[in-house]
């Protein structure tokens, strides 16, 4: 089951991009996030900042089981200055498999806190899945978990850095064995965004993989 923990990660992705200004320079307001992994879904997710609030629209493809998910919805951006901070939002997505001609719908709440204290950054995604009919299943979730450390030999408003550190994902369906990984993870900031290498090596219930990140602003 790999529907609730894909659903925010543009919003992860917004965070990420944000923090990477200049405490002086707002952020652009469109943000773009796409995530794939070997055995984690293709999705790609636009977000629109207006302020202290935005809504975010997108969709979920897994190759391997042919799970779809297609969603969206709005929240508040609770931020300060420094882009230290969290956002609450709620999305409303439905959701389908190939193989069947029904699916199922579901409403979702998350908080996705960003920090950064020096060259350290901590970021995180935690939230829940509520089914809006008998079929679906409920979920809670952190996914992910992440810690980098910015390279030294790059100023904080560089247009290319390297970070390193890890992250961490754990979620629990209805029904089924908590699944959690962890790993190594590198990000080359870019003009703009960002990309994302992480190695997952599973903990229990998750297949090890290497995932790519991709995040745009604009």
Request: positive net charge; aromatic residues 14%.
């Amino acid at each position: 089951m790999r529907r609730a923990g894909i659903l925010c990660a543009l919003i992860v992705g917004a965070s990420a991009i944000a923090r990477a200004q200049e405490p002086s320079t707002a952020p652009p307001p469109w943000y773009l996030y796409a995530r794939t992994g070997v055995h984690s879904p293709l999705y790609a997710y636009l977000s629109r900042s207006f302020g202290h609030w935005g809504v975010i629209a997108g969709g979920i493809y897994d190759r391997e089981s042919g799970y779809r998910e297609f969603g969206g919805g709005a929240g508040l951006n609770l931020y300060a200055p420094n882009g230290n901070g969290t956002g609450l939002y709620a999305i409303a997505a439905g959701s389908s498999f190939e193989s069947a001609g029904s699916g199922a719908w579901y409403a979702e709440a998350f908080t996705f806190p960003t920090f950064t204290v020096g060259r350290l950054n901590l970021t995180g995604f935690i939230g829940g899945y509520l089914p809006l009919d008998s079929v679906g299943l409920w979920q809670v979730y952190a996914d992910p978990i992440t810690a980098l450390y910015r390279l030294p030999g790059r100023r904080p408003a560089a247009r290319y850095a390297l970070s390193v550190g890890a992250s961490y994902t754990v979620y629990k369906t209805q029904g089924f064995t908590a699944r959690q990984g962890a790993g190594p993870s590198v990000q080359l900031s870019i003009p703009g965004g960002s990309i994302t290498l992480d190695g997952m090596l599973g903990i229990r219930a998750y297949k090890d993989e290497v995932r790519v990140t991709v995040q745009r602003a604009f």
